[in-house]
């Protein structure tokens, strides 16, 4: 069974820089895409970006400015860097395992079917 | 950008009720629509993907329908364990997650 496990400070000064590390466990980073996404209090989910094992990143264009995602395959772990933060990125963030479908060959969409638990960041003085 | 709407925002139903939620895409997104669970301080969780395929594990109360732009969640018989909010999200495009419906206990 796959896991997912946030970890970093709960706490970021606004104009800091905000990082997460993700660890899976349970199976390999390999061959699957990995996500972050985020929830501010209260309110909706918002896709910050993902990454492949192999490196290669897509970014909210939102978001894209100040988002670095990277990725370790040696410790199975992938992280989440925002900078310039504020008080609008208070909030809990998640990470996921992102899987493609394909039928016959056709890709047919792609789901997050496994989280993490979630970890709140909040961004004060 | 693709907006998702959803509605109700909100819904209240008893044990047993049938109960379906909607979900609309401002451009078409073909079956490129899931739909998640979440409960208070919990993770969301997967419920069904492609628009109309559960998930493994997930019961067989729960099924979606749709394509193009309109989608229906549908839980067929309403379970105390199904309180929650319910989110559709489109991967058409750069994924992007409905505002939720929450339902709670009649």
């Known amino acids: 069974q796959v896991q997912l496990q946030e970890s970093g400070p709960g706490l970021v000064k606004p104009s800091e820089t905000l990082s997460l590390t993700c660890t899976v466990s349970?199976?390999?980073?390999?061959?699957?895409?990995w996500s972050w996404i985020r929830q501010p209090p209260g309110k909706g989910l918002e896709w910050i970006g993902y990454?492949?094992?192999?490196?290669?990143?897509n970014y909210n264009p939102s978001l894209k400015s100040r988002v670095t995602i990277s990725v370790d395959t040696s410790k199975n772990q992938f992280s989440l860097k925002l900078s310039s933060v504020t008080a609008a990125d208070t909030a809990v963030y998640y990470c996921?395992?992102?899987?493609?479908?394909?039928?016959?060959?056709?890709?047919?969409?792609?789901?997050?079917?496994?989280w993490g638990q979630g970890t709140l960041v909040t961004v004060s003085s | 950008d693709i907006q998702m709407t959803q509605s109700p925002s909100s819904l209240s139903a008893s044990v047993g009720d049938r109960v379906t939620i909607t979900c609309r895409a401002s451009?078409?997104?073909?079956?490129?629509l899931n739909w998640y669970q979440q409960k208070p301080g919990k993770a969301p969780k997967l419920l069904i993907y492609?628009?109309?395929s559960l998930q493994s594990g997930v019961p067989s109360r729960f099924s979606g329908s749709g394509s193009g732009t309109d989608f229906t969640l549908t839980i067929s018989s309403l379970q105390p364990e199904d309180f929650a909010t319910y989110y559709c999200?489109?991967?058409?495009?750069?994924?992007?997650f409905g505002p939720g419906t929450k339902v709670d206990i009649k």
């Open positions: 996921a395992r992102q899987t493609w479908v394909a039928v016959a060959g056709n890709i047919v969409g792609d789901h997050f079917d496994y």
């Open positions: 349970g199976g390999s980073i390999s061959s699957y895409y």
């Open positions: 990454i492949y094992y192999s490196g290669s990143t």
């Open positions: 451009q078409s997104i073909s079956s490129y």
């Open positions: 492609a628009a109309s």
């Open positions: 999200q489109q991967s058409y495009s750069t994924p992007a």
